[in-house]
Nanobody, 122 residues
Framework: VQLQASGGGLVQAGGSLRLSCAAS????????MGWFRQAPGKEREFVAR????????DYAGPVKGRFTISRDRAQNTVRLQMNSLKPEDTATYYC????????????????WGRGTLVTVSS
């Protein structure tokens, strides 16, 4: 499995960025893609996820209404459109692939990209 993320960079508060993640070699057991982030000195946190069909999306509270996750099934790509960015959005963003485990009623994120840095200046 390969996950190649791109689109990070430096932006002023209130601006926008779009992250993309191209996936290849995905196992048949995977049924979700998503994004996590980790700010300096903080724990990694969930940002957003989308199911394989692209119909269902979920967001973390701090980004709801500002970020939009989408999936291009033909290109096996997941994108994260980030609007109204805030300095607290500064973090390394990781693309992930996984599946929902009905047995444990939780998401299992088995594959992680290398991360792309987003810096929001005030």
């Amino acid at each position: 499995v390969q996950l190649q993320a791109s689109g990070g960079g430096l932006v002023q508060a209130g601006g926008s960025l779009r992250l993309s993640c191209a996936a290849s070699g995905l196992p048949d057991s995977s049924d979700h893609m998503g994004w996590f982030r980790q700010a300096p000195g903080k724990e990694r946190e969930f940002v957003a996820r989308i199911n394989w069909s692209g119909i269902r999306t979920d967001y973390a509270g701090p980004v709801k209404g500002r970020f939009t996750i989408s999936r291009d099934r033909a290109q096996n790509t997941v994108r994260l459109q980030m609007n109204s960015l805030k300095p607290e959005d500064t973090a390394t963003y990781y693309c992930v692939v996984g599946r929902y485990s009905r047995a444990y009623q939780t998401y299992e994120w088995n594959y992680w990209g290398r991360g792309t840095l987003v810096t929001v200046s005030s």
